[in-house]
């Protein structure tokens, strides 16, 4: 007994080794096939930072530069004065000032004008003595985002010019003002200044990566599909497993390199400062990269082609860039897309880099994203070494 029992640890061992060398040699052969293609470096390197130094200068939550349409017909000290506070505001661009409301129409039939604002006759006159006055604000709502912010920007400034005109009026209301309602005091956490690229470039970071895990890695085994080279690995005694681990291990350093890059863009270009522990941010984008890995991989199993294989990788980026809340609040969304959304492996990345970098969360606080991306990566792995079938 103790004979066999030896003779199969023995066994055992020169398994091992031979399954580690064929997993060497599969690492080297991919290792060499990406260096060879300078396009694929490109991807991997070259677009990422490209787009993660772009992305956050053009890409903005503020709206600016809102054309207006003035039509006054009072020509009053008060409305020059409401004029002259909305066009210092810096967020609208005068582009007509007259009397004719079918002239000022006619700007935002040609999409030259966002907003109308028409301040009727004796503007002045009712504010002094009737102490009230009412303006028309028309809005042009083809861009809804546009038209919601620029309406609510607009309606701040107008409420300010409003108090600013009954305290004017009647000084004796300063004093009334101050020691009545409510006075609220904000306090921003996390984000001191409200600087949007705070939350911005985080997400982006966590595209970076998915774009290149998932892309790259759907693209891998049907290359080999397509150029003849399947079928030599179909017929060699290398298993299911060491083979998939072979094609996801390479870009899975690579992906990692990638994110590092990121890291020292978003360092030195945005001075975003990691407030959080930094090997706990490379341990779950290490697992997350697991999770996408293995769906590309999965998508490559069942792509005859790389054509067909970049088509369905690119529909599911879509949907995962658009209800992972990148730029849409997913509380925002409607229910059953707050549901989609616990699918998406892109959420939880997002969430997590975010927590860690600008919060300080510890893994305790991150235990829930942690498991939902673990069940991801084993179900994804698993399904495309199931998947995936020697044969001639």
Same mark, same amino acid.
């Given at each position: %007994?103790?004979?066999?029992?030896?003779? +199969?640890?023995?066994?055992?061992?020169?398994?091992?080794?031979?399954?580690?060398?064929?997993?060497?040699?599969?690492?080297?052969?991919e290792?060499?096939?990406?260096? +060879?293609?300078?396009?694929?470096?490109?991807?991997?390197?070259?677009?990422?930072?490209?787009?993660?130094?772009?992305?956050?200068?053009?890409?903005?939550?503020?709206?600016? %530069?809102?054309?207006?349409?003035?039509?006054?017909?009072?020509h009053?000290?008060?409305?020059?004065?409401?004029?002259?506070?909305?066009?210092?505001?810096?967020?609208?661009?005068?582009?007509?000032?007259?009397? $004719?409301?079918?002239?000022?129409f006619?700007?935002?039939?040609?999409?030259?004008? $966002?907003?109308? @604002?028409?301040?009727?006759?004796?503007?002045?006159?009712?504010?002094?003595?009737?102490?009230?006055?009412?303006?028309?604000?028309?809005?042009?709502?083809?861009?809804?985002?546009?038209?919601?912010?620029?309406?609510?920007?607009?309606?701040?400034?107008?409420? $300010?010019?409003?108090?600013?005109?009954?305290?004017?009026?009647?000084?004796?209301?300063?004093?009334?003002?101050?020691?009545?309602?409510?006075?609220?005091?904000?306090?921003?956490?996390?984000? +001191?200044?409200y600087?949007? +690229?705070?939350?911005?470039?985080?997400?982006?970071?966590?595209?970076?990566?998915? @774009?290149?895990?998932?892309?790259?890695?759907?693209?891998?085994?049907?290359?080999?599909?397509?150029?003849?080279?399947?079928?030599?690995?179909?017929?060699?005694?290398?298993?299911?497993?060491?083979?998939?681990?072979?094609?996801?291990?390479? =870009?899975?350093?690579?992906?990692?390199?990638?994110?590092?890059?990121?890291l020292?863009?978003?360092?030195?270009?945005?001075?975003?400062?990691?407030?959080?522990?930094?090997?706990?941010?490379?341990?779950?984008?290490?697992?997350?990269?697991?999770?996408?890995?293995?769906?590309?991989?999965?998508?490559?199993?069942?792509?005859?082609?790389?054509?067909?294989?970049? =088509?369905?990788?690119?529909?599911?980026?879509?949907?995962?860039?658009?209800?992972?809340g @990148?730029?849409?609040?997913?509380?925002?969304?409607?229910?059953?897309?707050?549901?989609?959304?616990?699918?998406?492996?892109l959420?939880?990345?997002?969430?997590?880099?975010?927590?860690?970098?600008?919060? %300080?969360?510890?893994?305790? $606080?991150?235990?829930?994203?942690?498991?939902s991306?673990?069940?991801?990566?084993?179900?994804? %792995?698993?399904?495309?070494?199931?998947?995936?079938?020697?044969?001639?």
């Amino acid at each position: %007994n103790r004979f066999f029992i030896t003779l +199969r640890s023995i066994q055992n061992d020169k398994t091992l080794k031979f399954k580690m060398k064929q997993l060497l040699f599969l690492l080297r052969k991919e290792f060499r096939q990406i260096f +060879r293609n300078k396009s694929i470096l490109a991807i991997i390197f070259v677009a990422p930072m490209m787009q993660l130094i772009i992305l956050p200068l053009a890409a903005s939550y503020e709206i600016k %530069n809102i054309n207006l349409s003035v039509v006054d017909h009072d020509h009053s000290s008060f409305s020059r004065e409401l004029i002259q506070k909305i066009t210092a505001s810096n967020y609208f661009k005068l582009q007509y000032y007259g009397e $004719d409301y079918q002239e000022a129409f006619e700007t935002i039939e040609s999409e030259k004008s $966002d907003i109308i @604002l028409e301040i009727p006759p004796k503007f002045e006159q009712n504010l002094v003595r009737e102490n009230q006055q009412k303006v028309l604000v028309a809005i042009n709502a083809i861009n809804g985002t546009k038209a919601g912010l620029g309406g609510s920007y607009l309606a701040q400034i107008l409420q $300010d010019y409003n108090q600013n005109i009954q305290t004017k009026l009647s000084p004796q209301l300063v004093e009334f003002q101050k020691n009545a309602g409510l006075e609220v005091n904000a306090t921003l956490w996390f984000n +001191r200044f409200y600087n949007y +690229r705070l939350a911005l470039v985080p997400g982006i970071l966590a595209f970076l990566v998915t @774009l290149v895990g998932g892309m790259l890695s759907a693209l891998n085994i049907v290359s080999e599909k397509e150029i003849g080279t399947i079928e030599q690995i179909n017929v060699s005694p290398i298993k299911k497993s060491t083979f998939i681990l072979g094609k996801l291990i390479p =870009f899975w350093i690579l992906a990692n390199v990638a994110f590092t890059m990121g890291l020292l863009v978003s360092r030195f270009v945005y001075g975003i400062e990691i407030y959080g522990s930094l090997p706990l941010l490379y341990f779950f984008v290490g697992v997350y990269l697991l999770a996408i890995l293995g769906f590309g991989l999965l998508i490559s199993t069942y792509s005859e082609t790389q054509q067909q294989a970049m =088509f369905t990788i690119f529909f599911f980026m879509m949907i995962f860039i658009i209800m992972s809340g @990148l730029y849409t609040p997913i509380e925002s969304m409607p229910e059953w897309s707050q549901k989609l959304t616990l699918l998406n492996p892109l959420t939880y990345l997002i969430e997590v880099i975010r927590l860690i970098m600008l919060k %300080n969360s510890g893994f305790k $606080d991150l235990i829930p994203q942690f498991i939902s991306i673990l069940g991801m990566a084993v179900f994804f %792995n698993s399904w495309a070494v199931w998947n995936y079938r020697k044969t001639s």
